[in-house]
């Protein structure tokens, strides 16, 4: 794999220099394929530098963005397939966190007492800092409404899978990474909508409870059904029953659900509530056929993760394509603003950790936990509203910093242990 990996390195090169040859000669029909394919090339590649191996999944976002904006019309539609569909965008933002969800375990809410103080400050800091950062970001450079209103929502976003990653690299705790993640996703139904409504409200419409309905589809239902999994990987005999005893009514109640919201008007109040009830049903049913394939497939637990990168990559792409015209306007400023905010987070994250007296590891963590927000689930609710190309333009621009500066930190953190106070490493 090596190999190949240095194959594809030499061939970035070999793109690049084509590329630079194209823009000299301004020919886009020669630079724009050529700039797609150093950006692909080095994605692969960078697996050949062990020190630049940890950007690989970064360097697929660049690509991303790269392809939405030199060709945003074929990120549009493929024949009469919309990819922007707000039922497409549903589907991969449910497999992105299902793939984020298979990494969690009913086992890390047990930590909860022990890091208690640590999830409070982290959740805090989280959910106040963030939004408050973004806010104060639209103020400053006088975004137009839709585009301020997506700063301020990836704000009050919950953090996301990259945050627990970042710790593991820069080892940190990562309990209390996990347990920080797992809490403010489960609050973010509840938060994100909040926020957006008494920051972003004069902006654009909110309207809390569809939001707060969105959030349980694309997030909670998905973590739902891989917790499931992972109950029955450790569930008795007589558990295991009762769980198929559930899938067994999960199957039928879908069926019904089905039936009974044909024709209905959606949007109604019991229109709503047996949907989302469909959702459970469908998240149960999901969980145990997932966890029965994944016994006949046991690396399927390792392969979910990059399906998470696929989806968020796929996001990048079309929300840069839907907003490219808006990008080329304010793309620099929007890239000057996800600077700022990210900063924000890391700094206020640790110092305010280590003001209410936290371990530095602890501050560590609270920094990437604070500083890096779920992007997925920003540009999902943009195209849940019908707003990918505006609202969900920020998400586009800021997670890919938010991977570049979190890679950078954390082993920049991971080569500085902190020291106890004999002058010794603190190795997690």
Request: glycine share 10%.
């Amino acid at each position: 794999m090596n190999r190949l990996n240095k194959i594809f390195l030499i061939c970035s090169g070999v793109a690049a220099t084509v590329l630079l040859i194209g823009i000299v000669l301004q020919q886009e029909d020669m630079y724009k394929p050529f700039a797609i394919a150093t950006a692909i090339c080095a994605a692969i590649g960078l697996g050949a530098v062990p020190s630049l191996k940890g950007y690989q999944y970064t360097a697929w976002i660049i690509a991303a963005v790269v392809a939405g904006m030199l060709y945003p019309a074929a990120f549009s539609k493929w024949g009469s397939f919309e990819l922007r569909n707000k039922t497409t965008i549903l589907l991969i933002i449910q497999i992105v966190m299902f793939g984020m969800g298979i990494q969690m375990s009913i086992k890390d809410f047990s930590g909860i007492a022990q890091t208690g103080k640590g999830v409070a400050i982290g959740l805090l800091c989280h959910f106040s800092v963030m939004p408050l950062m973004g806010l104060l970001l639209t103020k400053i450079f006088h975004f137009e409404p839709e585009i301020a209103a997506g700063i301020i929502l990836i704000g009050s976003c919950s953090s996301g899978l990259a945050s627990n990653v970042m710790v593991y690299l820069a080892r940190a705790n990562l309990v209390l990474s996990v347990i920080v993640t797992a809490m403010a996703t489960m609050l973010a139904p509840f938060f994100t909508p909040l926020l957006m409504k008494l920051l972003a409200g004069t902006l654009i419409k909110i309207d809390f409870l569809n939001m707060m309905l969105e959030i349980i589809k694309m997030v909670i239902v998905p973590i739902f059904a891989a917790l499931l999994h992972d109950y029955l990987k450790h569930a008795a005999v007589k558990q295991t029953r009762t769980v198929y005893s559930f899938f067994a009514a999960a199957i039928l109640w879908l069926g019904i659900v089905i039936y009974l919201i044909s024709g209905q008007t959606e949007g109604t109040p019991g229109t709503i509530s047996i949907t989302l009830s469909g959702f459970f049903a469908g998240a149960i049913i999901v969980g145990v056929l997932y966890h029965r394939l994944q016994k006949i497939f046991p690396k399927l637990d390792a392969v979910m993760p990059y399906c998470s990168m696929f989806g968020i990559i796929y996001f990048t792409t079309v929300t840069t394509a839907a907003g490219h015209d808006n990008l080329m306007k304010v793309g620099f400023l929007l890239f000057i603003a996800s600077v700022i905010h990210n900063g924000a987070g890391y700094f206020f994250g640790y110092w305010l950790s280590r003001l209410f007296k936290l371990d530095k590891n602890s501050a560590r963590t609270v920094a990437f936990e604070v500083g890096l927000q779920n992007g997925g689930m920003a540009s999902g609710l943009a195209g849940s509203m019908g707003k990918l190309g505006t609202v969900g333009l920020p998400a586009a621009v800021f997670s890919p910093w938010m991977n570049i500066s979190g890679s950078i930190l954390a082993n920049y953190w991971r080569k500085r242990p902190p020291q106890s106070p004999k002058g010794r490493s603190l190795e997690q």
